[in-house]
């Protein structure tokens, strides 16, 4: 089914509240009926359920898509997007279940100036409702947006971007995803021995919408290799590219430190914005990291998620050294940012599987020091928000504290 599209002189005049993509596509067809779901499946609280909610979130879609931009022209629109929407240069990175609506505007709040959102199945998305319904929702506020498809079938990708063009700043390409599922699924990272068919993905899209394209992607062993990649990404249409330093295998982040030279090199081998991935732990690490890449931005993924507030400037213990006495006591904490976080799952519902993957990343720590609450919350079938503010003060009343620290004057 083909969707007509927005265009760019409405993306920003729309007024939604919490969007579902089925509540704002009208032409889907009947819902199945309701099957038995795991209970951490189930959404943490109620969305729009009448007729007039769902169309009060509509959105009219008109117009055509530009079609394809060849040589100077797209490099130049490349750049005129990137600059219309401000030149973020943190972002929260892609994350599988956790880089969900809550977590996003929760990063935001904290200085995250654009976001992606986890990584979405293009051929589920494109053919499942409930599917679409769960796993990607969006509001007004939750700008500029990175929408993230894996896929391998370039007509299948492109059903899926058009049901969300209308409401991201870029569609995404997932081309790095070194995980085993990705091996299975013939996606991410595992494209890399497939260019012709990496090519396609990106033209196609390139020539059949208005929002542009962007691609994740992890770097060659050789650095030639990883440059004629970015160089093709380019040439196919590819308007923004995201460069994590580190090869497919290796995939543990905390032994292998990420090469931000080799992201230098792609980035001066190629004209459109680049965004640095990899060793982003507090403000210093972002400053060093723009410095020594020349990247437009920089991207965190497991820091934000033990620390939502990396970055306006606070850091966990981890990262501040003995003796250190500029960083001080910012009287905000990981239990404070959880409390604000399940607050606004109570305004953006999504599955309790995300809920509790955050509760556990975020106190993480804490349940190190007192591992019976952990169990009292492994022990939860069912989640609710009571028992999880409860959580929250019963670690407190353990006496359990363990602060974020700000420098005395915070680089922002």
């Known amino acids: 089914m083909r969707i007509s599209l927005l265009p760019r002189r409405l993306h920003h005049q729309r007024q939604l509240s919490t969007l579902s993509f089925m509540d704002s596509l009208s032409t889907q067809g009947p819902t199945p009926p309701a099957q038995e779901e795991d209970l951490d499946d189930l959404l943490c609280s109620s969305g729009p359920t009448t007729l007039e909610e769902r169309e009060a979130n509509k959105v009219c879609t008109l117009g055509q898509p530009n079609g394809y931009l060849s040589g100077e022209a797209r490099i130049e629109r490349a750049w005129a997007h990137w600059k219309k929407l401000g030149q973020p240069k943190l972002v929260v990175a892609p994350m599988v279940d956790c880089s969900e609506l809550p977590f996003r505007m929760l990063c935001r709040k904290y200085g995250a ?28 506020e939750d700008r500029p947006l990175f929408v993230q498809f894996c896929a391998n079938d370039p007509d299948v990708l492109l059903e899926a971007a058009r049901r969300v063009e209308p409401f991201c700043d870029y569609v995404d390409i997932n081309l790095g995803c ?5 091996r299975r699924g013939n996606y991410g990272a ?9 090519k396609s993905l990106v033209e196609n899209l390139a020539q ?40 497919r295998d290796q995939k543990d982040q905390k032994k292998i430190r990420a090469d931000w030279s080799m992201i230098r090199e792609v980035t001066n081998a190629v004209r459109i914005p680049v965004l ?16 020594a890449t020349g990247a437009e931005g920089v991207l965190s993924a497991d820091a934000l998620l033990e620390n939502p507030a990396l970055f306006a400037g606070f850091r966990t213990p981890e990262w501040v050294e003995e003796g250190d006495e500029s960083c001080k ?28 993957a955050h509760v556990h990343k975020m106190l993480g720590e804490w ?37 974020l620290y700000l420098k005395d004057s915070p680089t922002t």
């Open 190 to 198: 595992f494209l890399m021995e497939k260019l012709p068919l990496v």
């Open 367 to 403: 349940f190190r020091v007192q591992p019976q609450v952990r169990e009292e919350l492994n022990a939860q079938s069912r989640l609710t928000f009571e028992f999880l503010y409860g959580l929250v003060d019963q670690l407190r009343q353990l006496g359990v504290k363990i602060p």
């Open 208 to 247: 059949n919408l208005e929002v542009p394209v962007s691609c994740k992607i992890r770097i060659f062993p050789n650095l030639q290799d990883t440059i004629n990649y970015a160089k093709m990404l380019e040439e196919a249409g590819c308007s923004l590219l995201a460069v994590h330093g580190r090869t």
């Open 113 to 140: 100036q654009a976001a992606y959102t986890p990584m979405l199945h293009s051929r589920i998305f494109s053919e499942t409702e409930k599917y679409r319904s769960t796993e990607f929702t969006t509001c007004q």
């Open 276 to 291: 640095a991935n990899g060793n982003i732990r507090h403000m210093d690490d972002v400053h060093s990291c723009l410095a």
């Open 329 to 356: 006591d910012s009287q905000l904490d990981q239990a404070d940012l959880l409390v604000e976080y399940l607050k606004l799952c109570e305004k953006y519902p999504v599955p309790w599987r995300i809920v509790r």
């Open 178 to 182: 070194p995980q085993r599922i990705a």
